[in-house]
């Protein structure tokens, strides 16, 4: 039996390299990239106990890891770009990452406050920081958009889609999403790579904010890079189920009702009901 699984190993492994025969050395570590997500998510939160020598050490330990996963991410999808462009790249990106920290806490606070205004069943701030899953899901996409914005793949969707396992909640790390955001209940909340959602948003469980179709190119293949997702304005909830797809714009100060299917631009101050 141990002869069989050996054959059976060295099986997978032979026809993984041959599969993708120049990416395989610098494959991401999913653990690690859990364990940073995981610890700057603690960090940002400080549901960390302990003096703040110690965060600086957590911060220097994750910071480190962080660097060897972005390099990792650079030289797989370049892997003829020289490893000492690479390093330095990665250098630069998680320097400017560890810069915006700060940022990204302040813009969590007001994910935390809408929360609890957005929620009566919300006792106090605090019980949104560590109970709602929401905050979560959408502290990990700011963090994968920062990465996202800098050319950084795979990490990115690594990040998020370990928020989605988490939560329930598929945030494309492209998603550009403003301030004082609140997904209530959460689970089967889908915001799709070019969406962009404004200031004082809230949305309800089974949301989707999609795209209605994929243009193809002359060879049938789905063309990459352009706008297919909504533009979601300041003030506006969408209610549960509802579906939204294609490049529409939903007017600020909206009111979209459950189980709704759209697919054209909402004016501002509508009420769907």
């Not at 004082?180 to 909340?189: E, Y």
């Not at 304005?233 to 759209?262: F, H, M, Q, R």
Request: proline residues 5%.
């Amino acid at each position: 039996m141990i002869i069989k699984n050996s054959k059976v190993a060295e099986q997978l492994h032979r026809a993984f390299k041959e599969k993708f025969p120049t990416q395989n050395t610098y494959m991401l570590s999913a653990e690690e990239v859990q364990k940073i997500a995981e610890g700057l998510w603690n960090l940002l939160g400080q549901r960390v106990q302990g003096k703040t020598a110690k965060q600086k050490e957590m911060l220097k330990r994750y910071s480190s890891l962080l660097h060897k996963q972005i390099y990792k991410a650079l030289q797989l999808a370049h892997p003829s770009r020289k490893e000492t462009v690479c390093k330095k790249q990665a250098a630069e990106i998680c320097e400017h990452f560890l810069r915006s920290l700060p940022e990204i806490q302040q813009i969590l606070f007001t994910d935390i406050r809408a929360a609890y205004e957005g929620d009566p069943a919300a006792i106090d701030e605090m019980e949104t920081l560590l109970c709602y899953p929401g905050i979560r899901a959408v502290t990990y996409q700011r963090m994968a958009h920062l990465l996202y914005k800098r050319g950084v793949r795979f990490l990115p969707r690594m990040m998020t889609e370990i928020a989605h396992q988490l939560t329930g909640i598929d945030i494309h790390p492209g998603a550009e999403i403003g301030p004082a955001f609140f997904i209530d209940h959460g689970t089967g909340v889908v915001i799709g790579e070019t969406s962009v959602i404004g200031k004082h948003v809230k949305l309800y469980q089974g949301v989707t904010l999609g795209a209605k179709s994929f243009p193809l190119d002359k060879d049938g293949h789905p063309i990459k890079g352009i706008k297919r997702h909504p533009n979601i304005c300041d003030n506006v909830i969408i209610y549960a189920e509802t579906t939204i797809l294609g490049p529409v714009t939903i007017g600020k100060n909206s009111i979209i009702g459950a189980n709704k299917w759209i697919t054209k631009d909402v004016p501002p101050n509508s009420k769907i009901n």
